[in-house]
């Protein structure tokens, strides 16, 4: 407990000695008292046959996020991310960032911890309407979301090499967060690495390499683990840079438990997508992908048949974006699930169409 | 675990940037920017640009690489007026250079003390393309303004550098002076074409068009950020034709075919024109880009 409480402090105490910095009004983000604030809002709509319960077909808001940033004085930036659905509305995100410290950005607050590609997103950002299924049975759907505290040491390797340390407060499993991280005792901290290559092949395409590791106890007796790897190629041309590009990736997630004298396997899986952009306002999207022992349903629908065990899905989409502020994406999914239990065979066969829209104030996505 | 520890603590310690010495690290968010910092800065800066001439300034890919090559900057140079908002938001703060995060003395807004035109009054609103609600950040296409960036530079640079204040100021001023010159003459070979009316791509040439008399008729994009549709390319034409306006502009970093159409379709022709140092080959600085956008507007006025 006291090495973990040494290896957190100590950069807290460096923040304190950091270079001092004369403040300033000016800032990038905005020149106000008033903090930068957008919203963006995601309506969907969908059809499938397994789908037969009232409301699971049809148009519907899928979620509203209202985001806010601004510079707190010299040493923080503050960022909150509210996102609403039709029933509830959540604190999704606040975290405090600061880059005081050279080569390292700290992080605080509650907010998605750096595990993976996939895991980071917001949902407005995410490259396919649903999820792959193998983030609901690792992760969460929109990735690991806790309060904690992140690291992000940039290395001096002469190649973009990002070493992250996070570690987050103890949290039990629910539907959106699968890992049991309860264990009471004082010892448990759960703690994330993930170290992320990027490297430039030529000025038009880079190689992204990352692996991430999060643990911790659990409310069992066991500890609770999900391990990732990440590839990523991605291309946009220079001159181009708004008209043409493409993006090629996957991911492999894999959740155990284990304790001082097993290991237990639970589930893991995969995908790999394949995005084109053909114009300035059209993007194609093609994503294949399979999970074993999938535990969540993606029928995402309680009342109609589940759909879990080992599954597998395919996923082909094409989206419209007339500006940057908007896009219409068209998406079918065609997922086979075998049931483990009673050797059931189900199918998702859904078409899908979402709008995607932000007003006001937007930070750029991640590259 | 102790061992990691004394690794992590050794490794940060290798990871913190020397003190800035008398040679200043610069970064710039564009190649202008770039090409008169290493005027002002003369054998004590290195001044290199994250965002390349031929590529479109708004939308720069914010790739982990452009952090990593600001890592150690001592000062980074930003276009301002929101013209880089689009990438600059992740790329410096992930830099983790405390140097140059907004508020630090490395960063500079070089739209300081410019004269900004374009500033909308009234309601902003998104109904009208992707507009620019500080007013047109496009002010380096003006090469008056760049006399402000320079002496902007200079006072910065002395701050940081004391040690070479007074050659930063000669440089700056020596820079005011060739550019003084090389603007009289611009103005003379412009001179026989002022009120000529020309079409551009994007709304980013009204600095030159405002500083040497030209007029611009119309753009080839609807409203910033939306690419034109068939329907608009031909009313374009048609009332291009109607006016004899025979001239459209582009930036490499368009749709020439978009561009090429309309003066097709007007009868007309379409010139590649950087803005941007660096947009073409004969564009190495700020001087041999305002010498290769004058002549090549002389070329296409003289022929039309």
Redesign the interface.
Known sequence: MK?YI??FV?PLL?LCV??P????T????SNLANPAIGMSALFLGQAAPNLTSPGSTGPGFQEAEISLIS?VD?LW?LAGNFTFDAGSGVAEEAFA?S???????IKVGEFRAAFGKHGTLHTHAFPFIQAPVIMSNTLGEEGYKNAGIEA?????LP??C?LTLGAYRQSESSPDHPLNFNGGSMDNIPYLVHL?N???VD?DT?FELGGSALTGMGDDGFHHAVYGADLTFRN?P??????RGWILQGEYLRKVSFDQTAANFETDGWYGSFQYRW???WWSGFRVEEAFNSVSDISDNPTDTSLSGHVQRASVNIAWL????SEMKLEYGLAKADNPVDGSTQFDNRVMLQFNYI?GFH??H?? | ??KI?RL??V??S????PPALADLKVATALEDLASVAQFVGGKHVTATSLC?G???P????????L??AI?NADVFI?VGLEL???????V????????I?????G?I?ASEEVNVLEKPTGTVS?AE??IHPLGNPHYYVDPANLEVVADHLARIFSELDSDNADEYKTNAKAFDEKMEESIKGWEAQLKPFAGTPIVVFHENFIYFTTRFGLKIFGTVEPKP???PSPRYLTDTAQAMKTAGVKVVLYQ??Y?ADAAQQLAKKADGTAFEIPTEVGGVPQAKDVFSKFDFIVSTLVKSFSTK
């Not at chain 2, 290798?14 to 940037?17: D, E, P, Q, V």
């Not at chain 2, 410096?92 to 140097?99: A, E, Q, T, V």
């Open positions: 090495t040494r290896i100590c460096l950091a270079i910095i004369h403040a300033q000016r800032s990038i983000i510079t010299p930036t960032i880059d005081s410290i050279p080569n390292v950005q992000g040491w940039m290395t001096p190649w973009y990002e992320k990027l490297i430039d000025d880079t946009i220079l001159r181009q840079s708004n008209q114009g300035q306002e007339p500006s940057e502020f007003i930070p750029p991640a590259y | 675990m102790k520890i992590i603590a490794s940060l290798l990871g913190i940037a390349k031929y590529q479109d708004h939308f720069v890919p914010a790739k982990p690489s952090m990593k890592q930003s880089d908002g689009g990438w600059l938001p992740l410096i703060p992930g830099s983790r250079n405390p140097k995060q907004p508020g630090a003395k960063f807004d998104r393309g992707d950020g939306i690419p490499p970093y749709d």
